[in-house]
């Protein structure tokens, strides 16, 4: 209930305080508000808040709302905040950002992009603590590696391995390359009944056509030239385990049948064996094309899809899901900071706003690798624009895609980068205004002011009041 959500407004205008006291407090939010810093910090001393609103100008600090948000953070990181202010700048936004804030508004707003925000911010608050607690109860075992996201796909996903990890229906992981397949592999293994046997992965591209058969279910003494003794395949190696199949549309199409069979009867052959072998293991498959194109493309056959895809799980590039982006740059930032002992001090606002502008068409993978080598190559104390290991493709590169006739307004151009970018983010106005350069509710009046049409998500709280706030 919204009752029992606890939110702290600060604010040395006091038409401000007490319009969003009554705002918040119409959706029946608990609202208590403080005219300055120390009013603030001593009703946080006293209350452990799910949101704080602040001025980033107070009375009695210039830079009073990054002064609470570090505050804050320190004693419960849990808690979101918001920061606005009169005299916004590029500079004070990535600052707040990298302080942790979840937004940063300009002045005038409007009752209902305080409300979206506010819900927002609690339902990110909400994700990361469930996410948090699922991956608490995620085993550890074999030094497996932290899922790290806060998205709604994310959250899905987390909650899919909580249900299926202990059953022994097969799985299929489909995503691009670099999104951390093979992570939720391990965390459905290592937290299923069969974490204490062996985990056997087999890429299925990277085995040669002619061996993959022989690798997967064993040989004979004499099955073929080269075979003088008896072999185990993997199959009998994940005995009690799971066997992963990395890349499994890349598997011949002629093997495919017996992998089939296998799955049916729990029962199978080594080659030029007349004996036949029980199967106990829990398969697991991943692909990064998608399946419906294998399958069209004679690369998949479709009874194989269908008994492997018992539980399907689709993991997101990370272009779409930004959200994750900041959590995962601060968690591979820390870890190769301690891992190789160099206590740099962050990213320069800059290289911070092209890491966020960035596409990353190798995923979390490529951006695990481009953090290591900036930490490690990084020449100064701070880490520059100029460490990063790729190029930006920011709003300004865009242009070079688009072509403007010579009689276009300088507003018409306007229009047509913010649709292109649109376009190019698949309607996600945070990513956009990310690679735009601005902030996003300046993006939302610009996409209002030019008509152009972007996908709404349903179920969008109306606001029940109207108005500005003035700007002070």
């Not at 409300?115 to 990110?124: F, S, W």
């Not at 092209?354 to 490529?366: A, C, D, I, K, M």
Request: include cysteine; proline fraction near 5%.
């Amino acid at each position: 209930m919204n009752s029992e959500i606890k939110i702290l407004v600060i604010d040395d205008s006091p038409s401000i305080l007490e319009g969003l006291r009554l705002v918040l407090g119409i959706e029946g939010y608990a609202v208590e508000t403080a005219p300055t810093l120390a009013a603030g910090l001593a009703a946080a001393n006293h209350t452990a808040f799910d949101l704080v609103i602040t001025d980033m100008q107070l009375p009695d600090d210039p830079q009073g709302g990054l002064t609470m948000l570090r505050q804050v953070k320190s004693r419960t990181p849990e808690t979101e905040v918001i920061i606005i202010t009169g005299y916004g700048s590029i500079a004070q936004a990535v600052e707040a950002t990298k302080a942790g804030a979840f937004y940063f508004v300009e002045k005038p707003f409007d009752p209902e992009q305080i409300l979206i925000l506010t819900e927002k911010a609690l339902e990110r608050r909400r994700l990361l603590a469930e996410s948090e607690r699922l991956r608490k109860r995620l085993s550890t075992q074999d030094g497996y590696v932290n899922i790290i996201g806060s998205s709604k796909a994310m959250h899905a996903i987390f909650e899919i391995i909580e249900s299926v990890a202990k059953s022994d229906a097969n799985v299929l992981i489909i995503g691009e390359s670099g999104t951390g397949k093979e992570m939720i592999a391990n965390a459905i293994h290592f937290n299923s009944l069969r974490a204490e046997k062996d985990f056997v992965k087999v890429n299925c591209s990277a085995l040669p056509k002619e061996l993959i058969e022989s690798e997967l279910f064993g040989y004979v003494r004499g099955a073929f030239t080269g075979a003088v003794q008896n072999r185990s395949g993997l199959i009998a190696q994940a005995r009690g385990g799971s066997l992963l199949l990395d890349e499994i549309a890349e598997m011949p199409i002629d093997l495919q049948p017996k992998l089939l069979r296998l799955l049916e009867e729990r029962r199978y052959r080594r080659v030029g064996d007349t004996e036949t072998l029980d199967a106990d293991f829990r398969l697991i498959c991943a692909t990064n094309r998608p399946p419906r194109e294998a399958l069209k493309d004679g690369l998949l056959r479709e009874d194989l899809f269908y008994r492997i895809s018992t539980i399907t799980i689709n993991v997101p590039p990370l272009r779409e899901r930004s959200e994750d982006l900041q959590l995962l740059v601060e968690h591979f930032y820390r870890a190769f900071s301690e891992k190789y002992n160099r206590p740099l001090k962050g990213f320069s606002q800059e290289a911070y706003h092209r890491l966020f502008s960035y596409h990353w068409p190798g995923n979390v993978r490529e951006l695990q690798n481009a953090i290591e080598r900036t930490v490690l190559l990084s020449k100064g104390p701070q880490i520059e624009v100029d460490d990063l290991p790729f190029g930006a493709k920011s709003a300004e590169a865009m242009l070079d895609d688009i072509h403007f006739p010579l009689n276009m307004t300088l507003a018409e151009i306007e229009r047509i980068v913010i649709a292109k970018t649109l376009q190019r983010t698949q309607g996600n106005k945070q990513a956009a205004a990310q690679i735009l350069g601005i902030y996003r509710p300046r993006l939302y009046s610009k996409i209002r002011k030019y008509k152009i049409e972007v996908a709404r998500k349903p179920g969008r709280r109306a606001a029940k009041a109207n108005g500005h706030f003035p700007q002070s």
